[in-house]
């Protein structure tokens, strides 16, 4: 009843940019943190970057400076504005968020599908 939809994945060079942008929709009351992970090929899954409802960030220290994080309230959606990529950003990057739903009385987390970013020359 509930989806995260990510776009804006792809093919960059060393030192250029990218933003991913995601859309939560469905039996939405309320939605509080958002944030992006990434998953790199052989490891775990990893924080990118967090975002409160009163936009609080929180970073990753492998991305502080180089990727900001936003989200607009009333459109239920986050972006990841991606500067300065490293062949080391490469990795799928999905979407995250704690959504209070219609009718449920307790949060539960969201994950989106997942888009490839890949760093390369």
């Known amino acids: 009843q509930v989806q995260l939809v990510e776009s804006g994945g792809g093919l960059v060079q060393p030192g250029g940019s990218l933003r991913l942008s995601c859309v939560a929709s469905?039996?939405?009351?309320?939605?509080?943190?958002m944030g992006w992970y990434r998953q790199a090929p052989g490891k775990e899954r990893e924080l990118v970057a967090t975002i409160t409802t009163g936009r609080r960030t929180n970073y990753a220290d492998s991305v502080k400076g180089r990727f900001t994080i936003s989200r607009d309230n009333a459109k239920n959606t986050v972006a990841l504005q991606m500067n300065s990529l490293k062949a080391e950003d490469t990795a799928v990057y999905y979407c995250?968020?704690?959504?209070?739903?219609?009718?449920?009385?307790?949060?539960?987390?969201?994950w989106g599908q997942g888009t490839q970013v890949t760093v390369s020359s």
């Open positions: 469905g039996r939405i009351f309320s939605i509080n943190v």
């Open positions: 995250n968020a704690w959504i209070l739903q219609l009718s449920t009385p307790l949060q539960k987390e969201f």
